[in-house]
Structures are given as C-alpha cells and as structure tokens.
Nanobody, 118 residues
Framework: QVQLVESGGGLVQAGGSLRLSCAAS????????MGWFRQAPGKEREFVAA????????HYADSVKGRFTVSRNNAKNTVSLQMNSLKPEDTAVYYC???????????WGQGTQVTVSS
C-alpha cells in the first residue's frame, strides 16, 4: 500500500502562484512514477503532469506547459507541483497519484482544492 497526502491548495488571484506538495509513505519503492491530476466541477478528471521517480523525466498536459513544474525529492518521498501564471480555468481539485511499472495509477490522495479568482 502507498499512502498519499496532498497539501498547499488555496485561493489565489489570476496570475498568481501556488505550490502543491504530495507526501508519499508506505511501499513507495513499488511506485514507478508520480502524477498530478485535477477535476473541475462538472468535468472529468484530467492529467496535469507526471514525473518518473528514478530518472526525473517529466510530462505535462498542453494546457499547463510552461506554467507548471513538477519535481520530486526522493530522499523525502515528496512530489511537488509549482503552478505559476494561474488562470481561472485552473480551478479544480488537484490529486496526487502513484503509478506502477505498467503506468497504471493505482494509488490516489484525497485531493486539495485550488481556486483561481479572476
């Protein structure tokens, strides 16, 4: 089992920044990558960004490229999402998730709310 706890959400004005963190515990060595997803009201959950635990390679959704940066701290088993130039359309509940070697996200955090006001 892997436990994930997100933090860092909140309310920010458009153009502002927030940094989300995800603390992983448990059988973290079984995870292949970590990802961030988000779900806005009335919409499906969507992929935001991901990072490979060992190589540090990253992948981003087109909607956040150039504005969001995902990073990891292997020693602390934490993953962060730095969000800059935030837009009202970034408003959503953000989830941290852990993927296995088949790239299946099988562990999820409880989510943290991000609200961007215009």
């Amino acid at each position: 089992q892997v436990q994930l706890v997100e933090s860092g959400g909140g309310l920010v004005q458009a153009g502002g920044s927030l940094r989300l963190s995800c603390a992983a515990s448990g059988r973290t060595f079984s995870s292949y990558a970590m990802g961030w997803f988000r779900q806005a009201p009335g919409k499906e959950r969507e992929f935001v960004a991901a990072i490979h635990w060992s190589t540090g390679s990253t992948h981003y959704a087109d909607s956040v490229k150039g504005r969001f940066t995902v990073s990891r701290n292997n020693a602390k088993n934490t993953v962060s999402l730095q969000m800059n130039s935030l837009k009202p359309e970034d408003t959503a509940v953000y989830y941290c998730a852990a993927a296995n070697s088949n790239s299946i996200y099988n562990y999820w955090g409880q989510g943290t709310q991000v609200t961007v006001s215009s």
